[in-house]
C-alpha cells in the first residue's frame, strides 16, 4: 500500500510558476512509476506527466512540454511537478499517482492506476 498526500497549489497569476509535491508513505516510492494528472473543470483527469523508477526518463503530454518538469527525490519519497509559464487552461485539480506498471494506459482518460492522491487545486488567473 502506498499513501501519497499532494501539497503547493494555489493561485497564481497568468506567466506565474507553482511547484507541486508528492509525499508518498507506506511502501518505498521507489518501487512505483510516479506521474501528475489534472482534472479540469467539467474535464476528465488527463496525463500530465511521468517519471520512471529511477528518475531517468520521464514523459510529458504536449500542452505542457517545455513549461512543465517532472522531479523524484527517492531518498525523501517526494515527486515534484515544477510548473512555470502557467497558462489559465493549466487551471485543475491536480493529483499525484503511482503504479508498479507504465504504459498506453497512463495516456486514457480516467486511467485506472493503483494510487492516487487526494488532488492539489491550481488556479491560474488572467
Known amino acids: 500500500q502506498v499513501q501519497l498526500v499532494e501539497a503547493g497549489g494555489g493561485l497564481v497569476q497568468a506567466g506565474g510558476s507553482l511547484r507541486l509535491s508528492c509525499a508518498a508513505s507506506?511502501?518505498?516510492?521507489?518501487?512505483?512509476?510516479m506521474g501528475w494528472f489534472r482534472q479540469g473543470p467539467g474535464k476528465e483527469r488527463e496525463f500530465v506527466a511521468a517519471?520512471?523508477?529511477?528518475?531517468?526518463?520521464?514523459d510529458y503530454a504536449d500542452s505542457v512540454k517545455g513549461r512543465f518538469t517532472i522531479s523524484r527525490d527517492n531518498a525523501k519519497n517526494t515527486v515534484y511537478l515544477q510548473m512555470n509559464s502557467l497558462k489559465p487552461e493549466d487551471t485543475a485539480v491536480y493529483y499525484c499517482a503511482a503504479d508498479v506498471r507504465y504504459g498506453s494506459s497512463w495516456y486514457g482518460q480516467n486511467p485506472p492506476l493503483d494510487y492516487w492522491g487526494q488532488g492539489t487545486q491550481v488556479t491560474v488567473s488572467s
Open positions: 507506506g511502501r518505498t516510492s521507489s518501487s512505483y512509476f
Open positions: 517519471i520512471s523508477r529511477s528518475g531517468f526518463s520521464t
